[in-house]
């Protein structure tokens, strides 16, 4: 694995499932139910994204399927009716689709999920063509990354750097991700510093710092 910071094709699925704007509704629901996926990019042409179909988008035809709705339902929910009746993919979808470059960092594709309130983002390249699909699962990846991998990294790449001549030895301490500095420097104003970088290295869980 790279050295921080991760980055989405690091971790994303690049074998994707993904269905054209014509595509029924009834081969939707097989191939999320196939595939134990909770939403497919609908393409376009050689491979271009233009939309995402959901699982949020599939239920309205199941919520009012038995149902009359009212002015007030009628008025706020315009959206999930249209869906309700709803046939292919390119009624289904949602468009423009949310989603993250390739080289966009862990932090970045996070944050969409978060703001978006959804669980997975397509991968795509400038011209907007499909290269993989990342999940909030994916994203957790990074903190499986074994602690002496994350010790050596911090060592390389912050605690030589920063403190290339310590009045004593500094020891890097990684358990379960939750790191460990001890040891005595003499530029103290760095280790406010320190402490910001190592939270920041990919798959560590918390820090406590003792320089």
């Not at 978006?116 to 390249?125: D, E, S, T, Y």
């Amino acid at each position: 694995m790279p050295s921080t910071p991760y980055v989405v094709s690091d971790v994303m699925t690049r074998a994707v499932v993904a269905v054209g704007r014509d595509a029924p509704f009834k081969d939707i629901v097989k191939l999320m139910e196939q595939w134990k996926v909770s939403a497919l990019p609908v393409l376009e042409g050689e491979g271009r994204v233009i939309g995402v179909v959901s699982e949020a988008d599939l239920l309205p035809k199941e919520e009012f399927r038995d149902s009359d709705p009212d002015r007030f339902t009628q008025l706020h929910r315009l959206p999930d009716l249209a869906k309700a009746g709803a046939l292919t993919a390119e009624e289904l979808m949602t468009s423009p689709a949310a989603g993250v470059h390739p080289g966009s960092t862990l932090a970045q594709a996070a944050r969409i999920m978060a703001q978006r309130k959804i669980k997975r983002l397509p991968v795509v390249n400038d011209e907007g063509m499909l290269e993989g699909i990342v999940s909030r699962a994916d994203l957790l990846k990074v903190f499986l990354r074994p602690d002496s991998e994350i010790a050596d990294e911090i060592r390389r790449d912050i605690v030589d750097v920063l403190f290339p001549a310590p009045v004593e030895p500094i020891h890097i301490m990684v358990t379960d991700g939750v790191v460990t500095l001890t040891g005595e420097v003499q530029d103290t104003e760095q280790i406010p510093l320190t402490v910001r970088l190592v939270r920041g290295v990919e798959g560590v869980v918390d820090v406590d710092c003792h320089l």
